[in-house]
């Protein structure tokens, strides 16, 4: 069955612009997570979702926001982008949230 | 808080040397552990797990074996490969309210293993 897809792949923005990344789960997942990976701070889970519903939020700026759609497939949203911002987004799907894990290839979006 | 600590890498080998990567945890609860390994330019995939203690996750020769006495899940293989070379991450979970368990990772550890 076909993985975690996550598009696109690379992105580069600049400081004050804003930014959707998208996450197709795999079919049937209803859980889709988000993390942040960057050097300084490794994994940071930033949002989950399930059945269109935000249930959990890591601890991060409102500029950081996200949705699920009807069809599981989840966007996040980066408003006002910060250098700091720079960092490869994982998404995760999973059938309820607490049964296992599938992470996509990630976006790495650079902030110039 | 919940936290995992790995070991410091890189992590340098030969081909065939056998593999210890140590991870220790700090959760209230009973957290499930895991293992994730990270190639270059790749997302994570998931490499092994284990749910509660004595359980002795393995796959692709790898293995850890869950030790609540020692709060430890270390990351072991007889014989290393050169594809083996990839970072790799001890996380653990604990099941929240809505049912959704959050992952907590370590820092990683980058394992080099040369030919």
């Known amino acids: 069955k076909a993985g975690v897809t996550q598009t696109p792949r690379y992105l580069i923005k600049t400081r004050g612009q804003q930014v959707t990344l998208s996450c197709s789960p795999i079919s049937g997942h209803r859980s889709v997570s988000w993390y942040q990976q960057t050097p300084g701070q490794g994994l940071q889970f930033l949002f989950e979702y399930f059945s269109e519903t935000q249930r959990n939020k890591g601890n991060f700026p409102g500029r950081f926001s996200g949705r699920q759609f009807s069809n599981s497939r989840s966007e996040m949203n980066v408003s006002t982008l910060e250098l700091g911002d720079s960092a490869l987004y994982l998404c995760?799907?999973?059938?309820?949230?607490?049964?296992?894990?599938?992470f996509g290839s990630g976006t790495r979006l650079t902030v110039v | 808080g919940d936290s995992v600590t790995q070991m410091e890498g890189p992590v340098t080998l030969s081909e065939e040397a056998f593999l210890t990567i140590n991870c220790t945890y700090t959760a209230t609860g009973y957290p499930s552990l895991f293992w994730y390994v990270q190639y270059p330019g790749e997302g994570l995939q998931l490499l092994l797990k284990a749910t509660k203690a004595d359980d002795k996750g393995s796959n692709k020769g790898f293995e850890a074996t869950y030790r609540k006495e020692t709060t430890s899940f270390h990351l072991e293989k007889g014989s290393v490969q050169v594809s083996d070379s990839a970072v790799y991450f001890c996380a653990l979970s604990l099941p929240g309210g809505t049912g959704f368990q959050k992952l907590v990772f370590g820092t990683g550890t980058r394992l080099l293993v040369s030919p």
């Open positions: 995760a799907s999973s059938y309820q949230g607490a049964d296992g894990y599938t």
